[in-house]
């Protein structure tokens, strides 16, 4: 499975990645999609990661006032740090001079 990390305010970006990856037949973990009323997101996050083998981070201007994607990076790193998960960064940005949106998928993260 793979876990798709983002601030909610680039959860436009979040879902289109999400449908490109669907269309290829990859199962992947959005919070839109797994949360039931009343459950505890928290513990939900935590699993989901847990049992994925693959993350994509979309790093955006919002991602560091995000407390959830925090949380879920730092879970991620950890995962990552030994060797349990790939992990592939997203990089998103608007270039407000052409009006357009850019995604820089990359290879490889090394968070040391």
């Not at 999400?18 to 999609?33: A, M, P, S, T």
């Not at 560091?64 to 990552?80: C, D, W």
């Not at 998960?85 to 997203?90: D, G, K, R």
């Amino acid at each position: 499975m793979l876990f798709l990390c983002f601030s909610g305010k680039v959860r436009e970006v979040a879902t289109s990645i999400l449908y490109h990856l669907e269309n290829f037949g990859l199962k992947i973990w959005y919070d839109n999609q797994e949360y039931l009323f009343g459950e505890n997101t928290n513990l939900k996050r935590i699993e989901a990661i847990s049992s994925s083998n693959y993350a994509i981070i979309v790093f955006s201007k919002h991602f560091p006032s995000s407390i959830e994607a925090i949380e879920e990076l730092e879970i991620i790193n950890n995962k990552y740090q030994d060797n349990e998960l790939h992990v592939f960064p997203a990089l998103y940005c608007q270039d407000r001079k052409k009006n357009s949106l850019r995604i820089f998928l990359v290879k490889r993260l090394n968070i040391k």
